[in-house]
């Protein structure tokens, strides 16, 4: 799904020597208020960009100019449904082709394109052991799981952190994907309880490797590979965000899964709490 409408486009920072390949574009949903920046897919992309240091430049589209804007772009559709456009986007001339506008979208191959343009030593690595992009790949398959499953929870809240004419936009659109409308779309009661079930147990998956095997040694730090951040890392802080975003009390609950299990940890080898709320 999509997020604040935004386009990057990466410059140098003043004072920063010239970089090979600079100039980046990047573009989000466009939101009302203070939490612009929300979407899942939108905010991993962002991470990579500040984790890797490139700089970049950043617009906001409204959800209806997702599509023409896009299309203009020649960049082929991501699904045959009602929205087949979606954020983030990014242009960068130096490395896109220009029969795209120099443009990409979707967040995986971006991290991808980004990972193999700007890459370590110079800058620091979003893949930094062999086991990094599979591990990506897990995570990503279990937040592609929690999506599916939680739909009910969270997609009929967007709305309410939309500005009037996005607003509409995704009730219009969503309406014509589910079949009905958001607001009947929702999990009430013993059905949203199962819901929440579903989604807590993969976040449970999630906590129990972050937490590492019982029989391997005390991690070493706070990431999926110990001290060593990933991308992995950066898809879930991004999930998170949007859960921040999107619902508080949501969010409270989601970082609370696992937390037993890790405060046991913690007594026994003064191991990280996981998931845990600021």
């Not at 995704?170 to 079949?179: M, Y």
């Not at 607001?183 to 937490?211: C, K, N, Q, S, Y």
């Not at 110990?226 to 949501?250: E, H, I, S, T």
């Not at 937390?259 to 990280?272: V, Y």
């Amino acid at each position: 799904m999509s997020s604040s409408n935004n386009l990057v486009s990466a410059r140098r920072p003043k004072g920063v020597k010239a970089r090979r390949k600079s100039h980046l574009k990047l573009t989000f949903p466009k939101l009302s208020g203070p939490n612009r920046s929300w979407s899942p897919n939108t905010l991993r992309t962002r991470l990579v960009l500040n984790y890797k240091h490139i700089p970049y430049t950043q617009s906001y589209l409204s959800y209806t100019h997702i599509s023409p804007i896009l299309r203009s772009f020649n960049l082929a559709p991501l699904s045959n449904g009602p929205v087949p456009y979606t954020l983030p986007a990014i242009i960068h001339a130096p490395s896109l082709p220009s029969e795209t506008g120099h443009a990409l979208n979707d967040s995986w191959p971006i991290a991808q394109h980004l990972e193999r343009t700007f890459p370590a030593p110079e800058y620091p690595s979003i893949f930094p052991t062999p086991a990094s992009y599979p591990l990506a790949v897990a995570v990503q398959k279990i937040l592609a799981n929690v999506m599916v499953k939680g739909m009910s929870l969270h997609i009929p809240k967007v709305p309410n952190i939309l500005e009037p004419s996005c607003a509409e936009y995704f009730h219009r659109t969503r309406a014509v994907r589910f079949g009905k409308s958001l607001p009947d779309f929702a999990a009430r009661g013993p059905d949203l309880e199962r819901v929440w079930a579903d989604i807590e147990a993969e976040f449970e998956t999630l906590a129990a490797m972050l937490r590492g095997a019982q029989a391997m040694q005390a991690k070493t730090g706070p990431f999926f590979e110990g001290d060593k951040l990933g991308y992995a890392d950066l898809v879930v802080v991004a999930w998170l965000g949007w859960y921040f975003r999107n619902d508080r009390a949501d969010w409270e609950r989601l970082v609370k899964v696992g937390k037993e299990a890790d405060e046991d940890a913690a007594a026994a080898e003064n191991g990280p709490i996981l998931f845990k709320p600021m």
